[in-house]
């Protein structure tokens, strides 16, 4: 049987990656007894994605979200199952300057997980998972059920699972990706993540250089730039908020943003509890529940 982190390891060159190498067994001593960690990385890389990770046996458990989870029962996001990450990997946020996954990390929510499931390693065998998140953004009863994929290969041997969201307390229509854009730890954008002086980054030795990953960097710094005016268009035509105060906190960056339901966004410790429904509710204007838009 391969050992925890094999495949993570075998893709990255770590006296180049700034990533942490990590080590699956003394994680899995320290992290006895703990609640179990859950993070949402929204990651910038060739494509925008949304990594899923679940602590289990010292390491997390990762899936690729291309389009972010959703609130909506009724919308199934595809989710790929990829390689474990060490466990300190799930409160990283900054930028991979070259090498596999180069590009730039937020840390988009974080949290404890608990599963569903009674026993999580015969639910993954099985491919049907179900737990409850308690993070930020995203709370309640999710399921991750394994597909067969496209091309309708081996289900057992299948990397396509979906991502869908029970319908619960912390079920709904916003579009959360949307609504809440930001880092849980930082607070910025990607292109502000990027942007940063002193980034609480795994720091490679290497400057960014010219060629290949010179190029797909000015690339990422061009989609950073598309989003920040995606973004600001959106806000513009009353799609979205920016929860974000200004120096003391008080006043935000829109008019919506105003409305103070986003101030649980803001106040992480806060959010904590109340958070996505509430917010989501507040998001409508109190009104009738509104049909989640389809893509
Ligand atoms: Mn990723």
Redesign the pocket.
């Known amino acids: 049987m391969a050992k925890p982190l094999d495949e993570y390891k075998r893709k990255r060159d770590f006296t180049r990656s700034p990533e942490p190498a990590g080590d699956a067994d003394a994680a899995k001593k320290t992290r006895k007894d703990k609640p179990r960690f859950f993070c949402v990385?929204k990651?910038l890389?060739s494509h925008l994605?949304y990594?899923l990770r679940l602590e289990h046996e010292g390491v997390l458990m990762s899936w690729?979200v291309p389009k972010g989870p959703s609130l909506d029962p009724k919308t199934k996001r595809l989710a790929m199952h990829?390689e474990d990450h060490p466990v300190e990997y799930g409160t990283f946020e900054g930028v991979i300057p070259e090498g596999y996954?180069a590009g730039i990390v937020m840390l988009w929510d974080q949290g404890t997980w608990e599963p569903e499931s009674a026993d999580v390693d015969q639910a993954l065998a099985k491919g049907d998972l179900k737990f409850k998140l308690d993070g930020y953004k995203l709370k309640g009863s999710w399921v991750l059920v394994r597909t067969a994929g496209y091309g309708g290969g081996d289900r057992a041997k299948s990397k396509s699972w979906l991502l869908i969201k029970h319908r619960d307390d912390w079920s709904g229509d916003v579009d959360i990706t949307e609504f809440a854009p930001l880092s849980v730890k930082s607070n910025q954008d990607l292109h502000e993540i990027l942007a940063e002086d002193n980034p609480d980054v795994w720091r490679t030795n290497r400057p960014v250089e010219g060629g290949e990953t010179g190029a797909m960097l000015r690339e990422i710094i061009q989609k950073a730039a598309a989003l920040k005016a995606g973004r600001e268009k959106a806000i513009g035509q009353g799609k979205a908020v920016a929860h974000r105060p200004k120096a003391g906190g008080k006043t935000f960056a829109s008019k919506k943003a105003a409305d103070g339901s986003i101030q649980m966004l803001e106040e992480s410790h806060e959010a904590k509890g109340r958070a996505s429904r509430a917010v989501a509710r507040k998001a409508r204007g109190g009104g009738a529940p509104r049909r989640a838009k389809k893509r």
Request: charge should be negative; hydrophobic fraction near 40%.
């Open positions: 990385q990651h890389a994605h990594d690729a990829v996954g």
